[in-house]
């Protein structure tokens, strides 16, 4: 038995034959899927995924790429969007400066939510990390200062 511990199976790239890569996974042997969530938006969209395909969960987060799209995003939100039984985890969160350098500000802050939501919610954090070094180590530090986290780095 596997576990995929991170995949997008409802980004657009699957919408054609979604059904037969849970399939084909499922022949595979792999038992669960966490489908990571790289934006809030799409968040009613996965969770009622999950709900229809067994062993299939999501997380909340918003992907450092779209950072700028979610510049006022709260810790807040982010909980509110949690509160299912489908979500078991927040993130893709994090830093990406390979691609998206200009937005630094925007990454770190909606990261510092993500990172507060964890908190508050005791659900583990999913990290993106690309290109940020210290960047991502320090903010990250800071945050277990306050309170602990735990999670997955990437």
């Not at 925007?106 to 919610?121: D, G």
């Amino acid at each position: 038995m596997f576990t995929d511990s991170h995949c997008h199976i409802n980004s657009e790239e699957f919408s054609a034959d979604r059904d037969s890569v849970v399939a084909r996974a499922r022949q595979m042997k792999v038992k669960y899927i966490l489908d990571v969530s790289d934006d809030i938006a799409k968040t009613k969209e996965i969770v009622e995924f999950c709900k229809n395909n067994k062993n299939i969960y999501t997380t909340v987060g918003v992907h450092p790429e779209l950072a700028d799209k979610y510049n006022n995003l709260t810790a807040n939100e982010l909980l509110e969007a949690a509160s299912s039984p489908y979500v078991v985890g927040i993130g893709e969160c994090g830093l990406d400066y390979y691609y998206n350098s200009d937005i630094k500000d925007s990454q770190i802050k909606v990261l510092e939510e993500h990172i507060k939501a964890a908190q508050e919610s005791d659900l583990p954090l999913i990290i993106h990390n690309r290109d940020a070094g210290k960047d991502w180590m320090h903010i990250l530090i800071n945050g277990y200062k306050e309170k602990p986290i735990k999670g997955e780095l990437h």
